[in-house]
């Protein structure tokens, strides 16, 4: 039989988009001798759609839309698999099902109803979908096949310590006796999931003798970013088939075929290449898909805002990129210089708009206000705002959006400023720790040879909003902090657990976690960012903000 994995970028809500975007990779599969496509989870809404469910309209377009693809295509020799949200049952207390459903002559000929509904970190399904009661094999041409939604397929119990679910449906249907299994997904990035995956669904290839085709959604969708990575494993684990990461692909193959190294495309084999391409992904399609075409960036001479460039650049093109330095009081020359060297190395427009003059100026203007007082945080912050200000007075005249520079580690303990370096439409970086900033910055300069200076990687972070300030003046050396940040924001451990498995001063680990903490307003009033590590700041991490729990 063969099969076309359709790992496709969908956008949520544009309906006609999916559909038209479903029908040419149908008609390019069928080209190839496909018989059957399969396309990921929600590939007709897009993923997630979120509180768009709750609307009686997009549940009416969705199936509109059904129709349409299922006309679109009847005329093609192949045989389609898409996902899609559909009404519930009446009186279920739900409003919606995510479903899957086969398409073939024009006709819907096979519904799925998802059974297992992810409640964690960024899913939020429980709340709008009706689980189903049981799943069902398809009969197809002669044979059984298992077909899953996503989460249906993730419980097997040997890779989870803790079991989310009562029930398994992989077991359930390959205790029925089955060809293959077919599992559709929107499975987010994150590091180390691509590995995982393949772990996952190589056992249970092994554990219930059957191949196994996994397809999974490609792109940017808000905060998430999708690295599809789609693949087809023989009955032994073995890999058949494999889709490049991050970005579109229509791949066929033969599911009865021995291995064939012409069917596998695997991209980025190190994991910091992973993370770049992810941010430039999502950095394009956020950009795309909320109707911008240009990008301003403000340019610090410094490394956070070097890598956003860099990604801005591959995400839009250097022609769609302004950087902007705003010299202050206390900036010095190589910053600058840095910022100027990096704009020009990169092709990208470059504006000068020193802040000297404002801040001289508010600074009088507030003085009578702070009789006797000293110069403090407030001053500094100062300068900041007014940078903010020059770039969303640039972003309202040019209609481009702000892309801020913050990365996780300021994010995460607060060192940043509220209206200030944290003004802008979507924080690139805002997941990327520090250690990290400066690996995936070496991808960037193998990509732009030497489009970030030297000098920028060498010399000691600093905000420059006093004299001679470093980042160190306030925190700990960044390898230190992201050690505590790692453990305590992505695996929930204790300040005794973190002091002890690093042989850190538990005073020191208290007071990182506790910055954490105290800085969940700044977080809550922060750009979107994109994820990529196992627990990002945003959607996937509720805390309260007024609260007094501290550790």
């Known amino acids: ?77 192949i045989a389609l698999i898409a996902g899609y949200v559909g009404a519930s049952r009446e009186n279920s207390g739900k409003n919606a099902i995510n479903a899957a459903c086969v398409i073939e002559g024009g006709e819907i000929i096979f519904r799925q109803t998802k059974m297992l509904l992810p409640t964690y970190d960024v899913f939020d399904e429980g709340r709008y979908f009706e689980s189903a009661e049981r799943e069902h094999i398809w009969t197809w041409r002669g044979r059984r096949i298992a077909l899953t939604i996503c989460e249906d397929a993730w419980n097997d119990k040997q890779f989870w310590s803790r079991q989310l679910y009562e029930r398994d449906p992989v077991a359930e249907l390959a205790g029925e006796g089955v060809y293959m299994l077919i599992s559709i997904n929107a499975s987010p990035y994150n590091m180390g999931k ?58 066929v193959f033969d599911i009865d075929a021995p291995p064939s190294a012409k069917n596998i495309c695997e991209t980025h084999p190190k994991e ?27 340019l610090s001479g410094g490394i956070d805002s070097s890598i956003t460039a860099a990604i801005a650049v591959d995400a839009v093109g250097a022609e769609n990129v302004i950087g902007v330095s705003m010299p202050g009081p206390y900036s010095s ?35 009578p206000l702070f009789p006797g007082m000293p110069s403090d945080v407030t001053e500094e912050n100062v300068q900041s705002r007014l940078r903010g200000l020059t770039l969303m007075a640039l972003s309202n005249k040019f209609g481009a959006l702000v892309l801020t520079t913050g990365n996780k580690s300021e994010l995460a303990v607060g060192y940043c400023t509220l209206y200030g370096d944290m003004c802008g439409g979507l924080a690139v970086i805002s997941d990327v720790p520090k250690t990290l900033v400066y690996e995936i910055s070496r991808v960037a300069n193998k990509r732009h040879p030497g489009a970030i200076p030297e000098s920028v990687f060498t010399k000691p ?8 300030q470093k980042d160190t003046d306030s925190l700990p050396e960044y390898d230190v902090l992201d050690k505590i940040l790692r453990a305590y924001v992505e695996e929930m451990q204790s300040p005794d657990a973190i002091a002890t498995s690093h042989s850190l ?40 903000i007024a609260q007094r729990f501290y550790e």
């Open 272 to 298: 910091a290449e992973a993370v770049y391409e992810a941010l430039v992904l999502g950095t394009r399609d956020y950009i795309r898909k909320c109707g911008f075409g240009r990008v301003i960036i403000g």
């Open 1 to 77: 039989m063969r099969i076309a994995l359709g790992q496709i970028n969908t956008t949520v809500g544009d309906l006609p988009g999916n559909v038209s975007l479903m029908v040419r990779a149908a008609e390019e599969a069928a080209r190839a001798g496909a018989e059957l496509i399969v396309f990921p989870e929600l590939s007709v809404n897009g993923y997630p759609p979120r509180d768009l469910v709750e609307k009686t309209s997009f549940l009416e377009r969705t199936q509109t839309a059904l129709a349409q693809l299922a006309s679109e295509t009847a005329h093609l020799p």
């Open 333 to 367: 020359e190589h910053s600058y210089a840095d910022a100027e060297a990096l704009a020009r190395n990169l092709g990208i427009r470059f504006e000068v708009s020193s802040i000297n003059d404002a801040y001289r100026t508010i600074v009088k203007t507030l003085a």
């Open 461 to 468: 972070p600093s905000a420059e909003l006093r004299p001679d």
């Open 505 to 544: 001063p538990l005073e020191l680990v208290r007071d990182i976690v506790n910055k954490v903490d105290r800085n969940e307003y700044k977080r809550q009033q922060a750009a979107p960012g994109l994820k990529v590590t196992t627990k990002a700041f945003g959607m996937g991490r509720r805390f309260p």
């Open 194 to 251: 691509r590995k995982l995956r393949r772990e996952i669904f190589a056992t249970t290839a092994r554990k219930h003798c059957i191949p196994v085709v996994y397809v999974n959604e490609v792109g940017g969708n808000d905060q998430l970013v999708f690295d599809g990575s789609s693949f087809a494993l023989d009955a032994q684990g073995r890999t058949l088939a494999a889709c490049a990461s991050f970005q579109e692909q229509i791949l």
